[in-house]
């Protein structure tokens, strides 16, 4: 930690990712966008980042609830109808994948209530986790995200999910604006354009903390290792004042 201006600033990773402050977002991870046989794969959309990615993000979410950090999870809404979507919003949408798909007819996809809304089984949520809805690319607007993370005393947000250069870049960048940390797993993270994939990382890596995964994992390895070493101790301890008091 360093100080500036009589401010402490984190200035190691094992600060920043202390599970006792840290939240991983893991945002848009649903099957309309990353499994085959749903909206994306059904347009031809390019999803071979997401196999390889999965597991390791599946592993990033196991050890951030062994750790005791706080897991939530982003899930974009379309309501039926686009009763959501404005006609700027429309527009926004029709040019997400010209390459792909030309027709004049915008995308239709996470409808709310559907199957393809729900997030992949890999990462299913479990009991304490927290599931927040969106209606635009960042997790932060028009949702209660800030909310629930200044209620958990949440400190830094371990940005993952989908797709790297759209929703995961502009949840990161809103929780920049809101006052958190920023750490960005760079292979829990994917698109279905590994151009823009690799164009956002080039521009996150100057403005937050992208690391690996296994780096957040080792160190939250090491916190459990070291509390549980320091709870035996303090039960040896117990045990030799038990053994040394005086006996009537």
């Known amino acids: 930690m360093i100080t500036i201006e009589n401010k402490f600033v984190y200035s190691t990773l094992e600060e920043l990712v202390d599970a006792g402050h840290v939240a991983v977002v893991v945002v848009d991870m649903q099957n309309d966008f990353c499994k085959p046989g749903w909206a994306f794969d059904h347009l031809g959309i390019d999803l071979s980042m997401y196999p390889p990615m999965i ?3 599946a592993r990033l979410v196991t050890g951030a609830r062994e750790a005791g950090a706080l897991v939530i999870y982003i899930q974009m809404t379309m309501l039926p109808g686009r009763r959501s979507e404005s006609p700027a919003q429309i527009r926004f949408n029709m040019r997400l994948h010209l390459a792909s798909h030309q027709e004049s007819e915008p995308l239709l996809y996470t409808i709310e209530g559907t199957t393809g809304q729900e997030i992949i089984p890999e990462l299913a949520p479990q009991p304490g986790d927290l599931v927040v809805r969106k209606y635009r690319s960042s ?19 371990i ?10 870049e502009s949840t990161a960048r809103d929780a920049l604006f809101n006052d958190y940390y920023v750490v960005l797993p760079e292979d829990c993270v994917a698109s279905d354009d590994p151009r823009q994939h690799e164009a956002s ?14 780096d957040i994992l080792a160190i939250w390895q090491r916190s459990l290792q070291q509390a549980h070493e320091a709870q035996g101790g303090a039960r040896l301890t ?3 004042a038990s053994i040394a008091a005086p006996r009537e």
Do not use: A
């Not at 949702?143 to 830094?156: A, E, F, G």
């Open 139 to 157: 997790g932060f607007w028009g949702t209660n995200l800030d909310m629930l993370l200044r209620s958990n005393n949440i400190k830094t947000v």
């Open 201 to 214: 990382l080039f521009l996150m890596r100057h403005r937050f903390d992208v690391v690996s995964s296994e």
């Open 159 to 168: 940005m993952t999910g989908c797709t790297t250069e759209g929703c995961v």
């Open 55 to 57: 597991p390791r993000l």
């Open 238 to 240: 117990e045990v030799q």
